[in-house]
């Protein structure tokens, strides 16, 4: 008899040996499989540290901070589990010990507790266990929670409880552990070693955790030896070692290559789930597409000022790979300093893109810089894709040079300005507490009529997700409509400038919204697809010339 249809399952997923081993792509991708196999699956990652949430670090810390649609701010694996798996993640995807202790102590505050003791075993653990159950719901199938941070962390312990103690409650035909860990290539030795990873789940074991299922990040494929070394030792079932060998060409390989090797198969039978068909067809052809650019390559500009940190512009990175895939060309993506342009101008970074993507970012910092390169975009008729604080140096641009405003800024980086074409709303004047404060979330937009917006969306009205404090000044709206600044996204209740664009500029559209939240490798955003196209006409004439 198999389980009734009604009961959540869990997978719990854990990594050891080192970070980053891609823990965030192996859920999504499993994610992308169950779901794809029929079962409605909901994606959580908890994350040990102190902050209560992402918010308030710099992306040199975690990397990007990914914002939900309901206005949370997150770890950047939501962001994998939105695009790859196609799971809407909400504020109750992501929890840190942050936010698990703030509720505790909340609670101790109210009298929750009068009496007690107040600990991290059980009261931290129930909180955990409690976000984890807030998941589960009528219609949801599979649950899939990664634990952030390695075996062996010490902030990671009341997570590693919490997991122990549910997989227990719901028993092991409801419930699965997943280890996700390293089996490293040591040259001088020629040979793949197992040693870490049974160390690895060693530390799991002395907590009461022994993993159902292995996936073994390698450079290398396995042997049978290292299989049934490793099943031996860390006690899992020969085939319930899973290789997940290093993707050279493109993380969207991951899914395919967990589904060859049965990984969503071995996991539905353990969860006592039908194994539903599997058709995946359009991801295959999205990889394929991916893979065999026919339309060569463009290239586009990121200037930026975190770009040393490969992570720190994930989603900005993924949607124009997205836009590339629409396509069919490969967009190559040239990392410029902001600050760079700042000492030697743009010439030596810019010459010879087909774009420049302008990003999100906060604080002085290389402004100038990105304040230049927008001219640069206006003035030669570059592409342009301006985002967030993108939008502001494009505004800032063209008040100081176009509307002949001299020293025109934002309040943000000189609060003395006399043209603060960006400024705070008066809402956030008042506001002083940093965490969660921003304008956050998704907010509507009304497109203007004419405009490339219009012609990209192919819609009078979208949904997009913001992550900022300042906005465009409405004062200055008129000065710079006479000079031929276009506005073409703005809210339809509040006013507030969403989009503007460039008259007689080929494409030169920035947005206050961060269009990269919502776009996916099946469907990329309109605003990042109709950019590449723009950068790929650009291209055409540099072509013929050569
Ligand atoms: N620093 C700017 C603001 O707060 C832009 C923010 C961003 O780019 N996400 O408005």
């Given at each position: 008899?198999?389980?009734?249809?009604?009961?959540?399952?869990?997978?719990?997923?854990?990594?050891?040996?080192?970070?980053?081993?891609?823990?965030?792509?192996?859920?999504?991708?499993?994610?992308?499989?169950?779901?794809?196999?029929?079962?409605?699956?909901?994606?959580?990652?908890?994350?040990?540290?102190?902050?209560?949430?992402?918010?308030?670090?710099?992306?040199?810390?975690?990397?990007?901070?990914?914002?939900?649609?309901?206005?949370?701010?997150?770890?950047?694996?939501?962001?994998?589990?939105?695009?790859?798996?196609?799971?809407?993640?909400?504020?109750?995807?992501?929890?840190?010990?942050?936010?698990?202790?703030?509720?505790?102590?909340?609670?101790?505050?109210?009298?929750?507790?009068?009496?007690?003791?107040?600990?991290?075993?059980?009261?931290?653990?129930?909180?955990?266990?409690?976000?984890?159950?807030?998941?589960?719901?009528?219609?949801?199938?599979?649950?899939?929670?990664?634990?952030?941070?390695?075996?062996?962390?010490?902030?990671?312990?009341?997570?590693?409880?919490?997991?122990?103690?549910?997989?227990?409650?719901?028993?092991?035909?409801?419930?699965?552990?997943?280890?996700?860990?390293?089996?490293?290539?040591?040259?001088?030795?020629?040979?793949?070693?197992?040693?870490?990873?049974?160390?690895?789940?060693?530390?799991?074991?002395?907590?009461?955790?022994?993993?159902?299922?292995?996936?073994?990040?390698?450079?290398?494929?396995?042997?049978?030896?290292?299989?049934?070394?490793?099943?031996?030792?860390?006690?899992?079932?020969?085939?319930?070692?899973?290789?997940?060998?290093?993707?050279?060409?493109?993380?969207?390989?991951?899914?395919?290559?967990?589904?060859?090797?049965?990984?969503?198969?071995?996991?539905?039978?353990?969860?006592?789930?039908?194994?539903?068909?599997?058709?995946?067809?359009?991801?295959?052809?999205?990889?394929?597409?991916?893979?065999?650019?026919?339309?060569?390559?463009?290239?586009?500009?990121?200037?930026?000022?975190?770009?040393?940190?490969?992570?720190?512009?994930?989603?900005?990175?993924?949607?124009?790979?997205?836009?590339?895939?629409?396509?069919?060309?490969?967009?190559?993506?040239?990392?410029?300093?902001?600050?760079?342009i700042?000492?030697?101008g743009c010439?030596?970074?810019l010459?010879?893109?087909?774009?420049i993507?302008v990003?999100?970012?906060?604080?002085?910092?290389?402004?100038e810089g990105k304040i230049a390169a927008a001219q640069y975009a206006r003035t030669r008729?570059v592409?342009f894709?301006?985002?967030?604080?993108?939008?502001?140096c494009a505004?800032i641009e063209f008040?100081r040079n176009v509307?002949?405003?001299?020293?025109?800024?934002?309040?943000?980086?000189?609060?003395?300005?006399?043209?603060?074409?960006?400024?705070?709303?008066?809402?956030?004047?008042?506001?002083?507490?940093?965490?969660?404060?921003?304008?956050?979330?998704?907010?509507?937009?009304?497109?203007?009529?004419?405009?490339?917006?219009?012609?990209?969306?192919?819609?009078?009205?979208?949904?997009?997700?913001?992550?900022?404090?300042?906005?465009?000044?409405?004062?200055?709206?008129?000065?710079?409509?006479?000079?031929?600044?276009?506005?073409?996204?703005?809210?339809?209740?509040?006013?507030?400038?969403?989009?503007?664009?460039l008259?007689?500029?080929?494409?030169f559209?920035?947005?206050?919204?961060?269009?990269?939240?919502?776009?996916?490798?099946?469907?990329?955003?309109?605003?990042?697809?109709?950019?590449?196209?723009?950068?790929?006409?650009?291209?055409?004439?540099?072509?013929?010339?050569?």
């Amino acid at each position: 008899m198999k389980t009734p249809p009604h009961v959540t399952k869990h997978i719990f997923i854990t990594g050891g040996v080192v970070s980053s081993l891609g823990k965030g792509i192996t859920a999504a991708s499993l994610g992308l499989l169950l779901a794809r196999r029929g079962y409605r699956v909901r994606m959580q990652k908890l994350d040990p540290y102190l902050n209560v949430d992402a918010g308030t670090m710099s992306p040199f810390q975690h990397g990007e901070v990914y914002v939900t649609a309901d206005g949370a701010e997150t770890d950047l694996d939501l962001g994998h589990y939105e695009r790859i798996a196609g799971v809407a993640c909400t504020r109750d995807s992501n929890y840190t010990t942050g936010r698990i202790y703030s509720a505790v102590i909340a609670r101790e505050r109210q009298g929750g507790y009068l009496g007690k003791t107040v600990q991290v075993v059980p009261h931290v653990t129930d909180e955990i266990k409690a976000a984890i159950a807030s998941m589960d719901g009528g219609d949801v199938d599979i649950v899939i929670t990664e634990i952030g941070g390695t075996a062996g962390d010490i902030e990671s312990l009341p997570f590693l409880e919490a997991i122990r103690e549910y997989r227990q409650a719901i028993g092991r035909q409801n419930g699965l552990f997943i280890h996700l860990t390293l089996v490293p290539f040591i040259k001088a030795a020629g040979e793949l070693k197992t040693k870490p990873s049974q160390q690895s789940v060693g530390i799991l074991r002395t907590i009461g955790i022994i993993p159902d299922i292995l996936v073994c990040r390698a450079e290398q494929h396995l042997t049978r030896e290292h299989r049934e070394k490793l099943a031996l030792f860390c006690n899992v079932e020969l085939n319930l070692v899973i290789e997940e060998i290093d993707v050279a060409r493109s993380i969207y390989e991951v899914p395919l290559d967990l589904a060859r090797q049965g990984a969503d198969v071995y996991i539905l039978e353990m969860l006592d789930l039908h194994v539903r068909p599997l058709d995946i067809r359009d991801w295959e052809a999205m990889l394929a597409a991916q893979l065999n650019p026919e339309s060569g390559v463009a290239e586009i500009a990121l200037v930026g000022k975190y770009v040393s940190l490969k992570d720190a512009y994930k989603s900005v990175c993924e949607a124009l790979t997205h836009a590339g895939i629409a396509h069919r060309v490969e967009v190559r993506i040239r990392r410029v300093e902001s600050e760079d342009i700042e000492k030697q101008g743009c010439e030596p970074f810019l010459q010879g893109v087909h774009g420049i993507l302008v990003p999100g970012g906060f604080g002085d910092r290389g402004i100038e810089g990105k304040i230049a390169a927008a001219q640069y975009a206006r003035t030669r008729g570059v592409p342009f894709l301006g985002i967030c604080l993108g939008m502001q140096c494009a505004v800032i641009e063209f008040a100081r040079n176009v509307c002949g405003l001299d020293r025109a800024n934002s309040t943000e980086f000189d609060p003395d300005t006399p043209h603060p074409v960006v400024d705070l709303m008066e809402e956030q004047k008042r506001q002083a507490a940093k965490g969660g404060t921003m304008r956050l979330g998704l907010f509507p937009c009304a497109i203007g009529e004419a405009t490339k917006a219009r012609a990209a969306y192919g819609a009078a009205e979208v949904g997009e997700r913001h992550r900022h404090r300042y906005e465009f000044n409405n004062r200055y709206r008129e000065q710079m409509e006479t000079r031929g600044m276009v506005f073409a996204g703005v809210n339809p209740s509040s006013g507030l400038v969403e989009a503007v664009e460039l008259a007689g500029h080929p494409w030169f559209v920035a947005c206050q919204f961060h269009p990269e939240f919502q776009s996916s490798p099946l469907k990329a955003h309109p605003l990042f697809s109709s950019f590449v196209g723009a950068a790929m006409a650009f291209r055409a004439p540099a072509c013929r010339t050569e």
